[in-house]
């Protein structure tokens, strides 16, 4: 029996736009067909902040205070809310058909790459499940913060009652792309200059915090490979970015920066 084989990419850490444009190649190449389905990790060199593919930057986010900071920002092709990227961070996205899956409806897609997800971080220890339920009635509303991880959305992991991966997709054609955010650490000391209304301290965990120890990105990205391994019984190559991909994400580029600060943070 031949065991089916996807794409394990190590991006290692990468400028915002340049993290943004190479997923968005990667979805379309597995759209034509040129790809298999492809699991890859990077985090963000400088710091970034990522909007979701419909938020306004107005209200969001203060440019000002970022170009300040040396915090880039873009715009993922993915929905949601602003995300505050660090070094401290383990990105991953995540492209494949819903026909690989075996899914119909957005939901039915998040359930089944947020199993891949949980099994990653069981072998960090950690017991994750996907929230799936509705906001409690009065309940902040959905959109008095920019912020990603200052609200819990039915497509994010949590640990207890904090949230600990948020997750944003975009579907067309039947194939998926879903880009995930799992913080080391949370440092709420730049949300205040960053994100313009930002609320109440989140109800959100880092994974260092969850786990009752430090563990490193390589970990992180070992767990994740194996969890994903295991839930779609495939098997992983390591590969890079075909030279196509490559060539499409620098024409992306320009299209997913908002601004580049043009220095390191942190």
Same mark, same amino acid.
């Given at each position: 029996?031949?065991?089916?084989?996807?794409?394990?990419?190590?991006?290692?850490?990468?400028?915002?736009?340049?993290?943004?444009?190479?997923?968005?190649?990667?979805?379309?190449?597995?759209?034509?067909?040129?790809?298999?389905?492809?699991?890859?990790?990077?985090?963000?060199?400088?710091?970034?902040?990522?909007?979701?593919?419909?938020?306004?930057?107005?209200?969001?986010?203060?440019?000002?205070?970022?170009?300040?900071?040396?915090?880039?920002?873009?715009?993922? #092709?993915?929905?949601?809310?602003?995300?505050?990227?660090?070094?401290?961070? &383990?990105?991953? $996205?995540? !492209?494949? *058909? @819903?026909? /690989?899956?075996?899914?119909?409806?957005?939901?039915?897609?998040?359930?089944?790459?947020?199993?891949?997800?949980?099994?990653?971080?069981?072998?960090?220890?950690?017991?994750?499940?996907?929230?799936?339920?509705?906001?409690?009635?009065?309940?902040?509303?959905?959109?008095?913060?920019?912020?990603?991880?200052?609200?819990?959305?039915?497509?994010?992991?949590?640990?207890?009652?904090?949230?600990?991966?948020?997750?944003?997709?975009?579907?067309?054609?039947?194939?998926?792309?879903?880009?995930?955010?799992?913080?080391?650490?949370?440092?709420?000391?730049?949300?205040?200059?960053?994100?313009?209304?930002?609320?109440?301290? #989140?109800?959100?965990?880092g994974l260092?915090?969850?786990?009752?120890?430090? &563990?490193?990105? $390589?970990? !992180?990205? *070992? @767990?994740? /490979?194996?969890?994903?391994?295991?839930?779609?019984?495939?098997?992983?190559?390591?590969?890079?970015?075909?030279?196509?991909?490559?060539?499409?994400?620098?024409?992306?580029?320009?299209?997913?920066?908002?601004?580049?600060?043009?220095?390191?943070?942190g």
């Amino acid at each position: 029996m031949t065991v089916e084989r996807w794409r394990f990419i190590d991006s290692g850490p990468m400028p915002g736009a340049d993290n943004m444009a190479l997923d968005e190649a990667m979805f379309e190449a597995h759209a034509a067909g040129a790809v298999p389905p492809t699991l890859r990790v990077y985090t963000w060199r400088p710091w970034a902040v990522s909007l979701g593919r419909f938020q306004r930057v107005e209200g969001s986010v203060d440019l000002e205070a970022c170009r300040r900071l040396g915090i880039d920002v873009v715009r993922r #092709p993915t929905g949601g809310r602003a995300i505050l990227h660090t070094a401290e961070e &383990v990105t991953f $996205g995540v !492209v494949v *058909s @819903a026909a /690989r899956l075996g899914t119909t409806g957005i939901m039915d897609s998040y359930r089944a790459l947020a199993a891949a997800i949980a099994a990653g971080l069981k072998l960090l220890g950690l017991d994750a499940r996907l929230v799936e339920r509705r906001p409690a009635a009065g309940a902040q509303p959905s959109g008095q913060d920019p912020a990603c991880f200052a609200v819990k959305a039915r497509c994010d992991l949590v640990v207890g009652a904090a949230k600990l991966v948020g997750s944003a997709q975009v579907q067309r054609e039947g194939v998926i792309l879903q880009q995930n955010s799992l913080p080391l650490r949370i440092d709420l000391t730049p949300w205040a200059d960053v994100f313009v209304r930002s609320g109440p301290a #989140p109800e959100a965990t880092g994974l260092w915090d969850a786990a009752h120890r430090q &563990v490193l990105y $390589g970990e !992180v990205a *070992s @767990a994740l /490979r194996q969890g994903f391994a295991a839930t779609f019984a495939i098997d992983f190559e390591d590969s890079e970015p075909t030279a196509e991909e490559q060539r499409r994400a620098r024409q992306r580029r320009e299209e997913r920066a908002i601004l580049d600060a043009g220095t390191s943070s942190g």
